[in-house]
């Protein structure tokens, strides 16, 4: 037999060990990325041709240790003609532990691809891959972007491939490659069998959540997931699936496998994250699949044209050729019961009933095993198997034959509930009831209690149910005192006592439709919002403020630096580095000046010229080149023209100033030479790069903190600057600026570098001597170290009371880069950043959201540094809405992502002690329906700036509602208007409170009036 050694023509990242925190248990692990290596496919072999399975033959079942279903498959002609399309002889390759098939065109439905590998020198039997349908849907950006694919086949440790693809047309599509990865199990990969089980940040349920072992435990590297992760409303069903694999892999081999599985996903199929939102592997442990699983309804991309209000559960192993003993399968049954009870509890989801899903195609014959066309409705059981819903022998023989044994699994773990809660609207003054229904699965005392959208309790029904009887709670639209409400949307929240269980409460929202002769909705959305926070940047690394307080309290730079920086130590490194210092990128125009009487020389191809004092160089771009021109008392001259224009001052100090600004107001240099270079690209523009020595020039010129500060803080700021630098020049030259790093503007915003200005300012002498205390001779300087080499050491100016993770902004996590205690940020009374708020319109927020209104902007999820991760938005109907808790800060331009509230919604105001006093006025004092109402006053001591917030309490209601902001003139003067109020007979109250930065200063007295 010949032996074929194959050679990669593309391949992944190597594999790059970081540290991850874990979102749920208190463990940390390094990170590891997959290699994944691609190999061209085409021509026949024609040995391999004829000892390869044709079409039809069978296929011998893979021996594993648990003993396959069927020795043999039986013969089974192919639905259509086949034809040999691609061959291969057997290869020897790489060590890889996954092998799968990519397209770059769509594969046929109908191809037979069969796959066959070589381990410890044994090859395997044949085994068949079959078209992938695990998928996003396909009319989604996901989808669009994602690759034909096979199944991938786990093959731990194999060295060898063989594969044989017959298609209908014997040809496959252009690009088709096989690929194969390779994740090495680690030591730590041993460690997931035993997850610590105090959970940090998880919602209490009932039934609760089981063990998960997380990304984070089984090693994802969360830099490759491509995009944030996309909720559905709710979730009607559970999918069941298995991956086509060996079943002979060791507990600590899982980690390695689902690493392996991320990698097919990510890099083989081009989908943004894990396919399925969870695993079961064989000894019946539940691994986090796609991110933001456990969190909420996460759209997977698992069952191509049903992954909306769907989640999938897929077992980590071949359900075909899976016979466990009773034990073994018991388990894998038993985690499919725990996770799918969890899940479908939380939207109170009957494991043994049906729902109704809608197809997002593409349609039957459309190249796909899709079974519908796009828009059709699809009545399903709960919990299903792939193949119920498209044409797929998923989820495998063993596994399909279990769906009844998981149901029942599912309905005894759940306990008492409450399936399939619905409330029903009525229209304002009809005679209709709105009736709350649910079929309880145990004796239940229930009781609804039903809330306006100002959040007030409108009315509370009681009642007892059988187990297995539905109950039917009506309610007639008036509140307790019997008096109807007026029109709007309410929310209902049904709770219950069983002996059995206490039953997972449950929230709908009914409608109250207004009618020509209602009263308008008093619960409106609010007009902005106002965004409370406190920090000032990314929050990662040394906080500046913080280490400014730390100072004060005595604490030395070392042991400053050591704790901002986890595991690092600060050590003597060699920093005598010529370093290039981006000033302008994309100019149109540059101009160099010599301050006083200093004299410089430039160099301008070969020649060099002299520039006397008070000269200027003026420069352009012109045909990829530098134009550059001498302008003195005796007029302008051209000097001619050459790639790169150098100015080098004679110990003297150079102004450069991009169009538009003044020579005397211009950045200030006093060290290193001045380049001038064309940019790249079409547009004629230019770039300036001061090339200065980085031991001692450069950190001289370091602007990040202000000047006076003690020395402790200052030289923790130069030892991080120096190891930012540091670490900047390893990484080379950037081509776009032609420099190491940025001086803090556009493009890549690194560290604030301002020249001479900074040691001639206010402070300077105290800079000085915090740089000269970092030096070590004449060549050496201190710099932060990880495993002996320098970081990038990042820094914020302040944070919220605890540093962000580089995982919480970045996504990759950096092993020194984690969250830790910064309360010092917030000592420093003159830190201008411990509290700020910013207004924004609804207008802005519901586009925000993607919703038509926003009545609430709630924090659902916080990191451990306690900003915000997930921000869920309420419209009117009850809809909601998810976004990041960092997109927020991007979209806004918010100085930090430590938003501590959003006011706006609906909520009780904490009355605070008052600072300062605040009236209210009302005109007209008695206001008739359909008056506009006039709100005004004035704050004392006067204030301009000030952020006023106008509440209201309607009907008698006990919560004060956000209702619209205003901001203070420079007499302190307010004012708001409420046009067309109603109805006859309605009570309001209003008052205001007062806000500067995020504290409340101030509340107004209450204005009640009864509309006549």
């Known amino acids: 037999m010949r032996v074929h050694r194959w050679v990669a023509v593309g391949a992944a990242a190597l594999i790059v060990p970081t540290m991850l925190t874990i979102p749920l248990w208190k463990a940390e692990r390094p990170a590891v990325r997959a290699t994944v290596t691609y190999l061209n496919l085409s021509g026949i072999d024609a040995a391999a041709l004829e000892s390869a399975p044709a079409p039809g033959d069978p296929l011998a079942s893979e021996s594993v240790e648990f003993a396959a279903i069927m020795t043999d498959s039986p013969p089974s002609d192919p639905a259509v003609p086949l034809h040999p399309a691609v061959v291969t002889a057997p290869a020897l390759t790489a060590t890889f532990s996954l092998v799968g098939i990519v397209a770059g065109s769509k594969l046929d439905p109908n191809s037979r691809i069969i796959v066959r590998v070589q381990t410890a020198g044994a090859w395997s039997a044949w085994q068949s891959l079959p078209v992938s349908d695990h998928g996003p849907d396909p009319d989604t950006a996901e989808g669009r972007q994602a690759r034909s694919t096979s199944e ?93 694999q060996s079943n002979d892999y060791s507990p600590a081999q899982s980690a390695s496998i689902m690493r392996d599985v991320y990698s097919w996903f ?90 109704v899903l809608t197809s997002a195609g593409p349609g039957p014959g459309q190249g796909t095993t899709s079974m519908y066309w796009p828009g059709q409705k699809v009545r399903v059981p709960t919990i299903l198997g792939h193949g119920d819903i498209g044409s797929t022998a998923c989820p495998g023989k063993f596994l399909h034959s279990s769906l009844d044994a998981i149901r029942a699994s599912v309905v005894q773990k759940m306990g008492a509930m409450f399936y399939s809660p619905t409330v029903s609207g009525r229209d304002w003054g009809s005679a209709t009831n709105m009736v709350v229904q649910a079929r309880a699965t145990a004796d239940t005392a229930w009781t ?71 009263p308008i909705d008093p619960c409106s959305p609010p007009d902005a919002f106002t965004i409370n926070g406190t920090g000032y940047g990314h929050g990662v690394g040394l906080s500046q403020w913080g280490a400014l307080s730390m100072a004060r309290e005595g604490w030395a730079v070392d042991r400053i630096l050591k704790y901002y920086y986890t595991g690092t130590t600060v050590a003597t490194v060699d920093d005598n580095v010529s370093l290039r210092v981006g000033l302008m990128t994309q100019a149109d125009a540059i101009r160099l000046r010599m301050d006083g009487d200093a004299v410089a020389t430039l160099s301008i191809g070969s020649r060099v010229v002299d520039i006397p004092a008070g000269a200027v160089v ?225 207008a802005d927020m519901a586009a925000l959201f993607g919703l038509p209104e926003v009545m609430r902007v709630r924090v659902t999820s916080r990191f451990e540094s306690g900003a915000p991760k997930i921000l869920t938005a309420s419209a009117r109907d009850g809809s909601t809405a998810r976004i990041a808790g960092l997109q927020l800060r991007s979209n806004f331009d918010l100085h930090s992502a430590y938003v501590t509230g959003i006011q706006g919604a609906s909520g009780n105001a904490p009355v605070p002690p008052v600072v300062r006093s605040v009236t209210l006025d009302m005109s007209p004092a008695a206001p008739r329906q359909g008056d506009d109402v006039s709100l005004t006053g004035q704050v004392s001591p006067q204030g301009a700036g000030l952020t006023v917030i106008r509440q209201v309490r309607y009907l008698g209601g006990t919560t004060w509602n956000d209702r619209a902001s205003a901001t203070t003139d420079a007499d302190g003067n307010y004012s708001f208007t409420i046009g067309a109020i109603t109805s006859s007979g309605d009570t309001y109250s209003w008052r205001v409170v007062v806000l500067s930065g995020s504290t409340i200063i101030a509340t107004s007295p209450i204005r009640t009036v009864t509309v006549l």
């Open 152 to 244: 991938p086949l786990i093959a731990p440790d194999a060295q060898g491939v063989q594969i044989r693809i017959d298609t209908p047309d014997g040809t496959v599509p252009e690009g088709t490659q096989i690929a194969l990865v390779h994740s090495p199990e680690t030591p730590d990969d041993a460690a997931i069998g035993q997850p610590n089980t105090t959970l940090l940040d998880t919602a209490q349920a009932s039934p609760t959540m089981p063990h998960i072992i997380t990304r984070a435990q089984w090693g994802a590297d969360e830099s490759m997931v491509r995009d944030a992760p996309e909720f559905s409303d709710t979730i009607k069903v559970g999918f069941v699936h298995h991956v086509v």
């Open 266 to 355: 990510v890099d083989g199929e081009g989908v943004n994250d894990f396919g399925y939102n969870f695993m079961v592997d064989r000894y019946g442990r539940i691994f986090e699949g796609r991110k933001g699983s456990i969190e909420g309804a996460v759209i997977g991309a698992h069952t191509s044209g049903f992954n909306r209000d769907s989640f999938a559960v897929s077992f980590l192993g071949n359900s075909d050729n899976l016979n466990p003993n009773k034990v073994q399968g018991q388990k894998i049954i038993d985690a499919y019961g725990r996770i799918m009870a969890w899940k479908l509890a939380q939207y109170h989801r009957n494991p043994l009933g049906t729902a």
């Open 618 to 842: 003026n420069t352009k771009s012109l045909d990829g080149r530098v134009r550059a021109f001498l302008r003195t008392a005796a007029g302008v001259k051209s000097l001619g023209s050459a790639l790169k224009v150098t100015l080098t001052p004679d110990d003297g100090i150079v102004n450069v100033v991009g169009p538009g600004q003044d020579l005397t107001t211009g950045s200030r240099y006093g060290h290193g030479a001045i380049e001038i270079s064309a940019a790249p690209g079409a547009a004629p523009s230019l770039i300036a790069v001061n090339i200065v020595n980085l031991h001692r020039d450069y950190l001289l010129g370091i602007a990040e903190v202000v000047s006076t500060w003690p020395q402790a803080a200052l030289r923790a700021q130069v030892v991080a600057s120096r190891s930012y630098a540091l670490y900047a020049y390893s990484q080379g030259v950037r081509a776009d600026c032609r420099c190491h790093l940025n001086d803090g503007d556009a493009p890549y915003f690194d560290q604030t570098y301002r020249g001479v200005d900074v040691v001639e300012g206010v402070g300077g002498a105290n800079w000085t001597k915090a740089v000269d205390a970092t030096e070590v001779g004449d060549t050496q300087g201190r710099a932060i170290l990880y495993q002996g080499v320098a970081i990038p050491a990042f820094y914020t100016a302040s944070t919220g009371g605890r540093t962000m993770s580089a995982s919480d902004v970045w996504g990759g996590s950096i092993p020194w880069a984690v969250s830790v205690d910064d309360s010092w940020s917030l000592k420093a009374s003159e830190n201008p950043y411990r509290s700020w708020s910013v207004t924004v319109s609804q």
């Open 448 to 518: 609804v209690r039903i809330y306006s959208a100002c959040g007030d309790l409108k009315r509370t029904l009681t009642g007892d149910v059988a187990s297995g009887v539905v109950l039917s709670a009506a309610w007639d639209g008036n509140d307790e005192l019997g008096k109807p409400v007026p029109p709007g949307t309410y929310r209902f929240e049904l709770t219950g006592d069983s002996a059995a269980d206490a039953p997972l409460p449950w929230t709908g929202f009914g409608v109250i439709a207004a009618t020509a002769t209602s």
